[in-house]
């Protein structure tokens, strides 16, 4: 895992949603995003219309009611249920227009950082980057889903408390001529009396909540690292049940969650004390306008129809002045979402930037494979191999040998276009006739078939061919499983993965093969076999291998050495060994 960084909340991420919206609203989907924004306006707005024309029906129910209008009253729950029945079905509809919008929104941003992730290998520069944002694979899956679907339920309530207090404060405004402030006449009380109450309501929230920004940053922080413990337990399991490692194993997981527990407790802490805020707070705001608009009413000058309007439109004007307040848990943690998927970004637009900021420069296309005056550096800026120049032409099959760590992986990696630190120039064969062979090969989800072929689609070569390849590779009784589906990177040995490696060379034919200690699982007797391709079906590719292990020399034309040094590794072509003749003395005489 990347070394991790918890970031304070950044002062522009509100923008930078708007700027991940806009990508959308301007990408291909386009059409559906306008469509489906429209959509839930539209219906919006025809629930604030519905609640408009409930509010009238209050003041007509009640107001039957005092007059004791049986036909009247009845006539009204016939209205009401006209009314409930449309309000559920706009409703519906409405969940329905904010789940696409959120869904289609959130499946555009997965393929867009995933895409972003994967091409020109920023996901291996962001695991060599000390400051990159660390588990990109849940804020891709999990904070993706919450940035989007929080922030389009956030917007859409957001809209709805702007137009119901559009309407509704025009409704208060009119019945706040019948009520009198300490006896005083004011125009439009009730809304002033709503307003006030709502202000003081959000000042309170804030300043109880403002931590909890933080807090969720902190919450996803610890349960990623959580997370990311189990996943690396579960991948390594067989290493850990051989050494006897449960024990330390559990006593680390038991930390990592006990950080995640630390941090609920402070976060359940504040929601708790705006609990005590929310639940006087509805409350109260229910009886102000009854308490206010009594004294009229008992002296003969509001019906208690209007009395019930009055006290529907305040709570519903108070209820809109207090989205902030009722909505800021959820902020808070949309906030911490959108933190980590920006965050995701900032690091992408990091390694790309590495990426063409390279100092090496690569040419690609010619017929040899060259160094020349090539530095390769580490992350920190030391020199891990010093001005290597050397050249391998088309057909030729070199050895690169040294000690472990002076580099020879990653000569490799900058020769791959992968490892962007240092200077020089390298010059490469074209990439689609190029393949590498490292020590562990990659082996998908899904079929042996799928595995084999890769990164070729599974169809591109006949089962005939796949199987003669197993069979040649040394592995004839995986020759009838193509079809079967596993975790072959569990269920293969690591000897059996590096013959998968040999089986795609077979089947993909490149013109370059550049093996990373590819045949270190094997014995000599596998070795020796797998090499052999190269003198029979493979006999035109030009090999490059890296490796220490005995009998690979002769497979190789000759040998190029990293020699260490503290001033990084130097690439040499050490001179064969001469005999000498024998030295004959001839007997004194």
């Known amino acids: 895992m990347a070394a991790s960084r918890i970031q304070p909340p950044s002062q522009s991420a509100f923008r930078r949603i708007l700027r991940m919206a806009q990508g959308w609203y301007g990408s291909e989907e386009r059409g559906v995003a306008w469509g489906l924004t429209a959509a839930t306006l539209l219906l919006t707005l025809a629930q604030i219309g519905t609640q408009l024309r409930l509010n009238l029906w209050h003041r007509d129910f009640f107001n039957a009611l005092e007059g004791r209008q049986a036909a009247a009253s009845a006539g009204q729950v016939s209205t009401f249920l006209i009314l409930a029945g449309l309000s559920m079905a ?16 959130r499946r555009w941003l997965v393929h867009h950082l995933q895409e972003r992730w994967l091409a020109d290998a920023c996901h291996y520069r962001m695991g060599l980057m000390p400051d990159a944002a660390d588990n990109p694979d849940q804020r891709i899956s999990e904070n993706t889903r919450w940035a989007t679907v929080m922030a389009v339920d956030l917007a859409t309530g957001l809209l709805q408390a702007l ?42 929230t804030w300043l109880i909540g403002r931590p909890m920004v933080g807090i969720n940053i902190r919450r996803n922080h610890a349960e990623s690292d959580h997370r990311f413990a189990l996943l690396r337990l579960r991948e390594s399991a067989e290493a850990v049940a051989l050494i006897r490692g449960g024990a330390d194993e559990a006593a680390g997981l038991r930390g990592s969650f006990g950080r995640v527990v630390g941090v609920m407790h402070e976060l359940l802490r504040s929601e708790r004390q705006l609990m005590w805020l929310g639940s006087g707070f509805g409350m109260v705001a229910a009886v102000i306008p009854l308490l206010l608009a009594s004294p009229q009413y008992f002296a003969g000058a509001l019906t208690l129809g209007a009395l019930m309007q009055m006290a529907q439109a305040f709570t519903e004007v108070v209820r809109a002045l207090s989205w902030f307040q009722e909505s800021w848990p959820r902020l808070a943690d949309w906030r911490s979402h959108v933190e980590r998927v920006v965050a995701l970004e900032d690091s992408l637009d990091a390694a790309e930037a590495l990426g063409a900021a390279s100092g090496i ?13 090539l530095t390769v550096r580490g992350p920190d800026g030391n ?56 020590q562990r090969p990659y082996l998908p989800l899904g079929t042996l078939r799928d595995a084999v072929c890769y990164p070729a689609p599974a169809g591109r070569f006949s089962d005939a061919a796949v199987q003669a390849a197993l069979i040649r590779c040394g592995m004839p009784g995986l020759a009838g499983r193509l079809d079967e589906t596993g975790r072959w990177d569990r269920s293969l040995s690591l000897g059996q993965q590096q013959r998968i490696g040999f ?26 076999a797998l090499m052999g391709l190269f003198s029979t079906e493979l006999a035109e590719a030009t090999l490059v291998s890296i490796g220490h292990r005995p009998g690979l020399a002769e497979h190789h034309d000759r040998v190029l050495q ?28």
């Open 383 to 438: 020199v891990l191999i010093a001005g290597a120049s050397a050249e391998i032409r088309a057909g030729e099959r070199v050895l690169i040998r040294g000690e472990s760590g002076t580099g020879k992986s990653t000569l490799f990696r900058a020769a791959a276009g992968l490892w962007p630190w240092g200077e020089g120039r390298i010059t490469v064969p074209a990439r689609e006739e190029t393949m590498i062979l490292p």
């Open 90 to 105: 706009i409703a519906v509809a409405l969940l329905w227009a904010r789940q696409m919008l959120a869904l289609r929104w």
């Open 163 to 204: 137009l119901t207090l559009v309407s509704f404060t025009g409704v208060l405004w009119t019945l706040s001529d019948a009520v009198r402030l300490g006896g005083m006449e004011v125009p439009g009380s009730l809304v002033l009396v709503a307003g006030l109450y709502a202000l003081a309501g959000g000042t309170l």
């Open 361 to 373: 420069e690569t040419e690609e296309g010619g017929e040899v494979l060259a160094f020349d005056e």
């Open 562 to 589: 990293l020699e260490a040094g503290a001033a990084g590794a130097r690439l040499t072509a050490p001179r064969p060994a001469v005999t000498l003749p024998a030295l004959v003395v001839a007997p004194y005489r």
């Open 503 to 528: 089986t795609r060379v077979l089947l993909h034919r490149p013109r370059w093969v550049l093996l990373d200690e590819a045949t270190s699982a094997l014995d000599d007797a596998g070795q020796a």
